[in-house]
């Protein structure tokens, strides 16, 4: 068992900066991959980015590269999401998941374990 629990949410106005946290526990953190996506309200749920397990290999969507940056403090059992540059159609609920069994990077059915969720909100 895995528990995730994300913080950092908030409002910010466009080209600010937000950056999320997600704490793990529950299993060894270095041992599985990290992944966050996200959800705007009547919009899919969709892969922002993902960290292996030891933080050498990162994926980003395309709408996001450039502005965001994923990482992972194995000995805080945190990964972390560093948005810059917001823009509107980032507003979403953001979520963290943890990868235990599968090898894919991009769609939710590959990740086992999942927070509660974080709302960011991205005022024009």
């Known amino acids: 068992q895995v528990q995730l629990v994300e913080s950092g949410g908030g409002l910010v106005q466009a080209g600010g900066s937000l950056r999320l946290s997600c704490a793990a526990s529950?299993?060894?953190?270095?041992?599985?991959?990290m992944g966050w996506f996200r959800q705007a309200p009547g919009k899919e749920r969709e892969f922002v980015a993902a960290?292996?397990?030891?933080?050498?290999?990162?994926h980003y969507t395309d709408s996001v590269k450039g502005r965001f940056t994923i990482s992972r403090d194995n000995a805080e059992n945190t990964v972390y999401l560093q948005m810059n540059s917001l823009k509107p159609e980032d507003t979403a609920v953001y979520y963290c998941?943890?990868?235990?069994?599968?090898?894919?990077?991009?769609?939710?059915?590959?990740?086992?374990?999942w927070g509660q969720g974080t709302q960011v909100t991205v005022s024009s």
């Open positions: 960290i292996s397990w030891s933080g050498g290999v990162t």
């Open positions: 529950g299993r060894t953190f270095s041992s599985y991959a």
């Open positions: 998941a943890a990868r235990i069994v599968g090898s894919g990077w991009y769609k939710g059915i590959e990740y086992d374990y």
